[in-house]
């Protein structure tokens, strides 16, 4: 069965203060791991794919990477805007294109 | 305009009562999928659809069915509805070039 935790459940964060947030996996084969935002109420917004280890991808100021076991979503210099929860999900090859989703992480930054 | 869409965006029902949710696309997609998202327990998948003949359960199906009109559309009923289905509930697509997901805006529906 494909698994994923995400840590932590939640981080406060002062404007500035860069951090990273973990997606650990376990899954039969990779055909891709993604990662959502979340803002209260609305629907998850896809922000990036992932497809093997070594792979990095960027986005204003976050940054996916992805190992065999887990991806980190850093944060560089974030802004109050970028409070939100963030989901990590994975796709297995025989998984008939579903994703099975961790449960996030909630991201608060303060001014 | 939105490419996901769901009506009704909020809605209260009674035990018992026959509800149904719909979702529409303008994204030319194959795939649509509901989930339902509960505190704690994260998204969890509830039906998926590949095309209008192709209906598969996810995890949770029990207590729901679904109707796939027309590829852009995609329904969520619950027959009977009872209080442990209050929860947010979202419709999303995927088209057949990658393998991402988008979400529609949701609906948050509480059955008293």
């Known amino acids: 069965e494909d698994q994923v935790t995400q840590s932590p459940e939640a981080l406060r964060l002062q404007e500035g203060e860069s951090s990273s947030l973990n997606c650990s996996y376990t899954v039969s084969g990779l055909r891709g791991l993604f990662w959502y935002r979340q803002d209260p109420g609305k629907g998850p917004e896809f922000l990036f794919t992932?497809?093997?280890a070594g792979e990095e991808k960027e986005k204003e100021r976050l940054k996916a990477t992805l190992t065999k076991k887990e991806s980190f979503l850093h944060i560089t210099a974030p802004k109050p805007e970028d409070s939100a929860t963030y989901l990590c999900a994975v796709q297995a090859p025989d998984s008939n294109y579903k994703l099975t989703f961790g449960k996030g992480t909630l991201l608060t930054v303060n001014p | 305009d939105a490419d996901v869409t769901q009506t009704p965006r909020n809605r209260i029902t009674k035990t018992g009562k026959r509800i149904m949710l719909e979702c529409s696309q303008t994204k030319g997609h194959d795939r649509m999928y509901w989930y339902r998202q509960d505190p704690g327990l994260g998204l969890r998948l509830i039906y998926y659809s590949f095309d209008v003949k192709d209906i598969n359960k996810g995890e949770i199906s029990d207590g729901y069915s679904v109707s796939r009109q027309a590829q852009a559309k995609f329904s969520l009923s619950l027959e009977s509805a009872i209080p442990n289905q209050t929860a947010l509930y979202f419709c999303?697509?995927?088209?057949?070039?990658?393998?991402?997901?988008?979400f529609g805006p949701g609906t948050r529906l509480t059955v008293t």
């Open positions: 999303a697509t995927g088209g057949t070039a990658f393998y991402e997901q988008y």
């Open positions: 992932l497809y093997s």
